[in-house]
């Protein structure tokens, strides 16, 4: 067990609080210090998502099948990408025609990285497949962190305690 999942809604939103400032602090005459900086900071607060997914699928009913193998795969390619076009954004170089393609290829993978915790958290809760629809709630309070953990928070932790 993950207890980086027993944490409380106020230290989540601390820890990924501070990864947002930290993705977002800029150095104007060191941009090696300003790289480091972007990585860890999004290291920190993307890394909640995939290590919710990854304790709450274990938790998932054997007979409801989500596609955990296509959100590995999606969260892979928007991460590189996303991290790719703000270091591109950090070393100057952000108007090369790979910035429009970067901004198409994330769309997907970005929604999904997104959408696909909420149907699990959903699918847990009911005990079946949850429609996407039904899930559109947690997909808002996912975009929307780190005050959407306010409200998640209690209920991940609710399905971690309750096995």
């Not at 993307?46 to 304790?55: K, L, Q």
């Amino acid at each position: 067990m993950n207890p980086f999942l027993r944490l409380k809604h106020w230290q989540v939103f601390l820890m990924l609080t501070t990864g947002f400032i930290l993705h977002n602090f800029r150095i104007q005459e060191n941009p090696l210090l300003t790289s480091f900086f972007c990585i860890v900071g999004a290291i920190i607060y993307f890394s909640w998502i995939p290590i919710m997914v990854y304790e709450l699928s274990k938790r998932l009913n054997e007979r409801i099948t989500l596609n955990y193998a296509l959100f590995i795969f999606t969260s892979c390619l928007w991460l590189t990408v996303y991290l790719t076009m703000t270091l591109m954004q950090i070393y100057g170089s952000g108007k090369l025609p790979f910035f429009q393609l970067g901004i198409f290829l994330i769309f997907f993978p970005a929604i999904h990285y997104f959408i696909f915790p909420a149907r699990l958290l959903k699918s847990i809760e009911i005990n079946a497949k949850a429609k996407v629809v039904d899930c559109l709630w947690y997909f808002l309070l996912l975009v929307n962190l780190p005050i959407g953990i306010w409200f998640l928070q209690p209920r991940i932790n609710k399905q971690i305690n309750s096995v």
